[in-house]
């Protein structure tokens, strides 16, 4: 079995997209720094995979994910989760932005700020 995932950096919020045979090991490697074009993004959030029998196929599939259609086939695959509607996402995505600011703070980068909570 061979796996397409997608990676949401709880850091920048930004997406990783790989392909893997070892999902588990993939993801734990990304979480403690092992992938060099994510360690500077942590802690990752496994969002999403596709298993695939074959890896030809399974490359294939990341190679799509990649590109514009894809992202697009992502953004409404994951719609619920992108808008907050799914359990977890709109708390740590609060909390992801309650620590950068803090980190901000610590360093003296920004003095203050002021947030602004809209509840529907």
Do not use: W
């Amino acid at each position: 079995m061979f796996y397409d995932y997608v990676l949401r950096s709880l850091n920048d919020f930004g997406l990783y997209i790989g392909c893997t045979k070892d999902l588990k090991r993939r993801v734990n490697a990304h979480n403690t720094g092992q992938v060099e074009s994510t360690k500077s993004r942590l802690p990752m959030k496994l969002i999403y995979y596709e298993a695939c029998l074959d890896q030809k196929d399974a490359f294939h599939r990341e190679k799509y994910l990649k590109t514009t259609y894809g992202r697009r086939y992502l953004k409404n695959r994951l719609k619920g989760y992108f808008t907050g509607l799914t359990m977890g996402y709109g708390r740590y995505h609060f909390l992801a932005l309650l620590n950068k600011l803090a980190n901000l703070m610590a360093s003296k980068t920004i003095k203050e700020f002021n947030i602004f909570l809209i509840i529907e």
